[in-house]
């Protein structure tokens, strides 16, 4: 079955540090997203990129994130300088056309010390 | 705007118990989509089971069965007889059409079964 492959599974980084989180979504998938579980909390949206442009962001989007599609397959997402509460859970997902598919990563747990 | 509440935080059964986790929602939209998510502890999310808003049929699913209720914005989640490896905590989620829609997430409500 396809499935979003992220790496690294765990990324432990200092404050202030660049992160660059990596997704491969499932390869005939056509929306792509990122979203944040901080520990113990619900799972919130970051941003949805479709056609190479961000199509909608949340509020904690902000300058410090960016997103990316460098290739043909990976899907990026990074944090310029981390904060102590960048850590979380990062999830990268992916969807066809209509929505189908529908799937998340594993996740990239990120610890900021 | 659209809201996902998952009343219950943490549900606590002894194994073989039914238990229902309970999702309600909130959405100006005719047309949108509901999704049951399980997080075991290794913190993956698993996909259960997506639901449009026109199709209102129960499903079941092995142990497994959902009740959506359009009339009371409802879509709840039944786990019979439950097993150890059910513990997990399980996400509801709406989304207000497909494409390029966001997932909007309760917050979750822990199942704790134990042996």
């Known amino acids: 079955e396809p499935e979003v492959t992220q790496t690294p599974s765990h990324q432990v980084t200092q404050m202030g540090q660049e992160v660059i989180l990596r997704c491969v979504p499932i390869?005939?998938?056509?929306?792509f997203y990122w979203y944040r579980q901080i520990l113990g909390q619900k799972v919130e949206f970051l941003v949805s990129?479709?056609?190479?442009?961000?199509?909608?962001k949340s509020e904690i989007f902000d300058d410090q994130f960016s997103v990316e599609r460098p290739d043909g397959s990976n899907f990026t997402l990074k944090i310029r300088s981390t904060k102590l509460e960048d850590s979380a859970m990062y999830f990268c997902?992916?969807?066809?056309?209509?929505?189908?598919?529908?799937?998340f990563g594993s996740g990239t747990r990120l610890t900021v010390v | 705007a659209q809201k996902v509440t998952q009343a219950q935080t943490e549900i606590s059964v002894v194994e073989k118990e039914d238990v229902t986790l309970d999702c309600v929602y909130e959405?100006?939209?005719?047309?949108?989509?509901l999704f049951w998510y399980k997080q075991p502890p290794s913190g993956e999310l698993v996909f259960l089971i997506r639901?449009?808003?026109?199709?209102?049929q129960n499903e079941i699913s092995g142990r497994y069965s959902w009740n959506f209720q359009k009339s009371t914005s409802s879509f709840n989640f039944t786990i019979t007889a439950s097993q150890v490896v059910d513990s997990a905590v399980y996400f509801c989620?709406?989304?207000?059409?497909?494409?390029?829609?966001?997932?909007?997430f309760g917050k979750g409500t822990m199942l704790l079964v134990s042996p």
């Open positions: 989620a709406l989304s207000e059409e497909m494409g390029y829609s966001t997932l909007t």
């Open positions: 390869s005939n998938h056509l929306y």
């Open positions: 959405t100006r939209d005719t047309t949108y989509y």
């Open positions: 639901r449009n808003s026109f199709d209102e």
């Open positions: 997902a992916s969807s066809g056309t209509g929505g189908y598919g529908y799937t």
């Open positions: 990129f479709y056609n190479n442009e961000i199509s909608e």
